[in-house]
C-alpha cells in the first residue's frame, strides 16, 4: 500500500500502523529486471508462497539499506477504499486490497512490509504474492489492473488516515511484457515517493511497493526477482 509520509508532524501510516520520521536520502539505485514472467513456469501452490517472496536482506540490497526489517506479515487482504478520494483508484493507491481482488477467485495470499526499526525510517516496502486456481485467472488480474493503474495515471488521489488527508499524484504507467509499473509522489512531502508494480507468473500475481526519497525501479526489481523465485 502506499505509505504516507507526515513530514510537518514526523509520522506516516503505513498497515493501519502509524510510523514516524521524515528524513534524507541515501544512495543506491536498483536496475529494472528483464524477462520478468516467463510463460512456461509451472503452476504453484500455496506452500510456495513463502518461498517466492525475498529475504529481507534481499530488500536490504535492493533499496540500498542494511537495517530494514520485516515488520508486519499477513495472510488476508485490507480494505482501505474509504480511505481515498477515488475508490476506482484503490488498486494504483493500495496493495493487497479486498474490493480490487474480490471476484478474481483467488485462494491464497501472503503480504510483507519492511523498513528500518527506527523512528526515521528511510525506506518502505511492500510485498505481496497472490495466488489463483489457473494462469488465466492471475492474467485477466493483471490486465484488469494495468487498465485501472492507466486510467489513474496523471491524477491526484487524497488518502486520509482519519486524522489527516494527504495529496498522492500518480505517474503514467509504464508497461514492459508481463510488468507494471507506476510512480506515485506524495505532495509537500521533500520529495517522498513510491513505485509500484505488478507482475505476473503461471497462476501468480507478484504486487510490490518501494518507498523512499530518491525512487527508482526498486519496486520493479523486487517483483521481477519473486517471480524469478516462481520458477525454480
Not at 5 to 23: E, F, N, P, W
Not at 97 to 102: G, K, L, R
Not at 210 to 231: F, Q
Request: glycine share 6%.
Amino acid at each position: 500500500m502506499i505509505h504516507v509520509r507526515k513530514c510537518a508532524l514526523t509520522g506516516a501510516l503505513a498497515s493501519a500502523v502509524l510510523l514516524t520520521g521524515c528524513v534524507s536520502t541515501v544512495s543506491g539505485k536498483a536496475e529494472r529486471a528483464q524477462n520478468a514472467a516467463p510463460i512456461d513456469a509451472p503452476p504453484l501452490r500455496e506452500s510456495d508462497l513463502d518461498r517466492v517472496l525475498l529475504s529481507v536482506g534481499e530488500l536490504n540490497g535492493i533499496m540500498g539499506s542494511t537495517t530494514m526489517t520485516i515488520t508486519s506479515e499477513l495472510e488476508d487482504m485490507t480494505d482501505h477504499s474509504g480511505d481515498v478520494s477515488d475508490p476506482d483508484c484503490l488498486g494504483a493507491i493500495y496493495g493487497a486490497e479486498e474490493p480490487v481482488y474480490a471476484g478474481t477467485g483467488w485462494t491464497a495470499m501472503r503480504d510483507q512490509v519492511a523498513r528500518e526499526p527506527d523512528e526515521n525510517n528511510e525506506h518502505w516496502v511492500e510485498q505481496t504474492a497472490v495466488l489463483y486456481p489457473t494462469a488465466q485467472d492471475a492474467q485477466d488480474f493483471f490486465a484488469m489492473s494495468q487498465s485501472m493503474w492507466q486510467n489513474c495515471g496523471g491524477d491526484t488521489i487524497s488518502v486520509n488516515d482519519g486524522d489527516s488527508t494527504y495529496l498522492w499524484r500518480l505517474e503514467n504507467v509504464t508497461t514492459e511484457d508481463t510488468l507494471i509499473t507506476q510512480t506515485s509522489t506524495q505532495e509537500d512531502a521533500d520529495g517522498w515517493a513510491c513505485q509500484h508494480a505488478l507482475s505476473v507468473v503461471s497462476n501468480l500475481t507478484v504486487e510490490a511497493w518501494a518507498c523512499s526519497y530518491a525512487i527508482g525501479d526498486e519496486a520493479a526489481a523486487i517483483a521481477a526477482d519473486i517471480v524469478a523465485n516462481a520458477e525454480k
